[in-house]
Nanobody
Framework: QVQLVESGGGLVQAGGSLRLSCAAS????????MGWFRHNPGKERDLVGV????????YYVDSVKGRFTISRDNAKNTVYLQMNNLKPEDTAVYYC?????????????????WGQGIQVTVSS
C-alpha cells in the first residue's frame, strides 16, 4: 500500500502561484511514476501531468504547459506541482496518484494509489 497526502491548496487570484505537495508513505517512492490530476463536479478527472520514477521525464497537458511544473524529491518521498500564472479555469480539486513501474502513465485507470484531493480556487 501507498498512502498519498496532498497539501498546499487554497484560494489565489488569477496570475498568482501555488505549489502543491504530495507526501507518500508505505512503499519505495522511487518505484512509482507520479501523476497529478484535477476534477470539477460533473466532469471527468483530467490529467494535469506526470513525472517518471527518477524525475528525468515529465509530460504535461497542453492547457498547463509553460505554467505548471512537476518535480519530485525521492529522498523526501514527495512530489510537487508548481502552478504559476494561474487562471480561473484551473479551479478544481487536485489529486496526486501513483503507479508502480516505468514510463509516464496518462490514464486514471493506470493508477492504483490516490490522494484524498485538495481544493485549488483561482479568483478572477
Amino acid at each position: 500500500q501507498v498512502q498519498l497526502v496532498e497539501s498546499g491548496g487554497g484560494l489565489v487570484q488569477a496570475g498568482g502561484s501555488l505549489r502543491l505537495s504530495c507526501a507518500a508513505s508505505g512503499r519505495t517512492f522511487s518505484n512509482y511514476a507520479m501523476g497529478w490530476f484535477r476534477h470539477n463536479p460533473g466532469k471527468e478527472r483530467d490529467l494535469v501531468g506526470v513525472i517518471s520514477r527518477s524525475g528525468a521525464s515529465t509530460y504535461y497537458v497542453d492547457s498547463v504547459k509553460g505554467r505548471f511544473t512537476i518535480s519530485r524529491d525521492n529522498a523526501k518521498n514527495t512530489v510537487y506541482l508548481q502552478m504559476n500564472n494561474l487562471k480561473p479555469e484551473d479551479t478544481a480539486v487536485y489529486y496526486c496518484a501513483g503507479r508502480a513501474g516505468p514510463g509516464l502513465p496518462l490514464s486514471t485507470t493506470e493508477y492504483a494509489y490516490w490522494g484524498q484531493g485538495i481544493q485549488v480556487t483561482v479568483s478572477s
